[in-house]
């Protein structure tokens, strides 16, 4: 129970000292002229003025509330290298029950978790998220258990509300040791066949010996999975590590330091960027041939494209044909044959033939010399038309042993819809064309819906025993084939009726993102090859996918930043798609592998605070400590006892640590009694008003 008197007044305070002065001067000048009733009417003025303050007594009825001890676990990730997960559960149990044992305090326990998206530990942060701020007045002190790596830790300048001992216990070991790779500099974006630079350097944190410290780190390098060398660093020293890249799309680079004797993880051992490569330009060479209503469709749509250098021609003569006729009368130049099938070939990304017929047009050794270009990592697209079946046309040159299909000399020319076969429902090129099943109908339960594309009328007959039949046209024939040789690509168009597409005829088709795409296959897309890996990071969980054009289930490997390996088993779908995933609880790199492909993510920031340094640490929180008078130790050595401390005297000493005791209480009832009832005012006014008129009368 506790009592105060408060004022209530019922006039404004400058009223009040106004009324208050005049009645001085009033009741002083009665006084001095010794009038008789003064010292009575003094009286009646005071009762009044002290009315107009309206005095109350006020009683609070008071409870003692029991102090608050906050337990602090650290769960971030850094807090699960080594032991340290168990060493804070096996604490916080035991100290759990030297808290229990003590009477008027409430024991409450906070774990800061993390996620790899954050890229650091706000410890204080998330403790005025939890509204600690607001239980301030009871607060009998923080425990903090954790490695030290705080990073919003606010040193000797503690919070407002934060007035009681910070303790802290200390995960891990003094004198820990860890080696580091750091990425310094990495081009977010690069030119296809161009060299981008990264820079990156490897750190020894902690003791090392001189030898040690001396001798160089090896870091391996792999690009898109595959190991592309490796480079000897000095520990401390920048190097810069150029990387080619040789396809367009993201080109992903592993660096990885060989482990140090002794560290306490190997996750940060290790990192990746992804450079997105682009083409500067695609050198595009379209040869035509035969004059057909579709000659214009494919130089149109190759020159639509600004990213494309096209270079065109149309061959209707031999170079070495004479006819007599002067060149500046000729309707047509005479084909560059020398300049473009011997000097300059290789400078061209893609070949494009449309309806292109041999017939002695060009000299066989050129064709010798587009096969090998082909092999050595070129590519062409053969747009077939009637000319591909005579036996003088490509058939009949050394390119018959890199065409995927060859023809067997019969032309059909009837109404046909282009079809998606099988194995084009699963290829990345045409699987995004391909119509979807009906709701309801699983793979294979069911014949795939018929696309509703505008019909073709003609088709080139051809065997395609060595190549990837993605399209189909009359009785299941060949329409689109593609194939890969040496290291180059081709694919053949089997018809020379794209051109219907192109112009809307009975609604068209997709000639456009087919073309896109088909083009981009043969240029080594990543997004379209027909056997790969990749994974990513979504919403917390990593997520792999595998393409194949065989349907079969699939097991991949993961490593985890902490490099245990664990199997996830991926869910086949009528799509070519294997999908499946995983938690990814942790920062830092995920690889992937199903014996024959690698793919790599990246979970959190690179070079994050949370996982750049993982050592435990006593430094972040030394201050914070100290200015609290709180105390810091490592649980290596000992769990320290707890005591209760009265305010202003010390919170730790040897071997414990002190929880203040605050003496909060809570307010559980008010009673408000005023001390100048109105009308005990009135009748002692009106009492003392009387009197003095008497004695003035007297």
């Known amino acids: 129970m506790s009592e105060a008197i408060t004022l209530a007044p019922l006039v404004a305070w400058p009223v009040i000292a106004a009324l208050a002065a005049s009645a001085a001067l ?34 609070e009825k008071r409870e003692a509330q029991p102090d608050l001890a906050v337990v602090v676990v650290d769960a971030t990730p850094s807090q699960s290298v080594g032991n340290r997960t168990a060493a804070t559960a096996e604490a916080l149990a035991r100290l759990q029950d030297k808290l229990a044992a003590l009477p008027d305090l409430e024991t409450r326990v906070i774990t800061i978790g993390g996620t790899p998206a954050e890229a650091a530990t706000r410890l204080f942060a998330a403790l005025e998220k939890e509204g600690l701020q607001d239980d301030a007045h009871r607060l009998a002190g923080l425990v903090l258990l954790t490695d030290g790596q705080v990073h919003d830790a606010p040193g000797a300048d503690l919070p407002r509300w934060l007035q009681a001992p910070v303790h802290v216990l200390l995960t891990g070991a003094p004198g820990e040791r860890d080696r580091r790779l750091v990425l310094e500099h990495a081009p977010a974006y690069g030119l296809v066949g161009r060299t981008v630079e990264i820079a990156f350097r490897v750190d020894d944190l902690g003791p090392r010996s001189p030898a040690v410290a001396a001798a160089p780190v090896t870091v391996s390098v792999r690009s898109d999975g595959v190991p592309a060398g490796s480079v000897s660093v000095m520990p401390g020293q920048s190097q810069v590590l150029p990387i080619t890249l040789d396809h367009a799309g993201p080109v992903a680079v592993e660096l990885s330091a060989t482990a140090a004797e002794d560290e ?156 998606i ?90 000639h456009a993102e087919l073309t896109r795409r088909l083009v981009h296959w043969l240029m080594r897309e990543p997004a379209l090859e027909e056997e790969r890996l990749s994974a990513a990071i979504s919403d917390g969980r990593l997520v792999v996918e595998r393409h194949s054009l065989a349907a079969a289930a699939a097991t991949v490997e993961v490593t985890l930043p902490d490099e245990r390996r664990l199997p996830l088993a991926l869910a086949e779908s009528a799509d070519g798609l294997a999908r499946g995933s995983l938690v990814a ?11 024959t492909h690698e793919a790599i993510a990246v979970a959190g920031r690179t070079n994050a605070d949370e996982t750049i340094d993982l050592r435990a640490t006593a430094e972040r929180l030394q201050a914070t400590a100290a200015a609290s008078g709180g105390w810091l130790g490592w649980l290596v050595d000992s769990l320290p006892g707890v005591r209760r401390t009265a305010i202003g005297r010390d919170t730790h000493g040897k071997g414990w640590i002190g929880l203040r005791r605050t003496g909060a209480e809570v307010v559980r009832g008010v009673t408000e009694v005023p001390l100048l009832p109105p009308l005990a005012v009135l009748g002692l006014g009106l009492a003392l008003l009387a009197a003095a008129w008497w004695r003035e009368g007297r």
Request: charged share 20%; net charge neutral.
């Open 421 to 510: 076969s099988e194995a084009g429902r699963r290829h990345p090129v045409t699987q995004p064309l391909a119509p979807t099943a009906a709701a309801g109908v699983g793979a294979g339960t069911a014949p795939a819906p018929a696309p509703a594309w505008g019909r073709w009328f003609r088709l080139i007959e051809a065997n395609a025993p060595a190549g990837a039949t993605l399209m189909t046209g009359p009785d299941a024939a060949p329409l689109l084939v593609l194939g890969r040789v040496g290291e180059g690509r081709i694919a053949q168009v089997l018809s020379d009726q794209i051109w219907l597409w192109a112009r809307g005829f009975e609604g068209g088709g997709p």
């Open 264 to 419: 306490v993880s190997l996750r940060n051992n290790r990192a990746a960027i992804v450079v997105n490569a682009v083409r500067e330009r695609l050198k595009v060479l379209l040869v035509s041939g035969q004059p057909h209503p579709g000659a214009r469709a494919w130089r149109n749509l190759l020159k639509s494209d600004p990213a494309v250098d096209l270079v065109h021609f149309t061959i209707l003569r031999s170079a070495e044909k004479d006819e007599g006729t002067p060149l500046k009368e000729l309707a047509l130049i005479a084909f560059p044959v020398q300049e473009l099938f011997e000097d300059r070939l290789k400078d061209f990304d893609l070949i494009v033939f449309d309806r292109f017929g041999q017939r002695d047009l060009l000299p066989a050794a050129y064709f010798d010399t587009m096969a090998e270009y082909v092999r050595n990592g070129g590519a062409m697209l053969i747009a077939a038309g009637p000319e591909f079946a005579d036996a003088h046309g490509f058939a009949d040159t050394s390119l018959k042993d890199i065409l995927p299909g060859l023809p067997t000399g019969r032309i059909v020319e009837r109404p046909f819809t282009p079809q």
């Open 26 to 59: 009033l009741a002083g000048f009665a006084l001095l002229r010794r009038s008789r009733g003064a010292f009575l009417r003094a009286m009646a003025l005071a009762v009044l003025l002290a009315a107009l303050l309206e005095p109350h007594l006020i009683r």
């Open 585 to 595: 609880e942790e920062p830092g790199l995920y690889h992937v592998s199903d014996g």
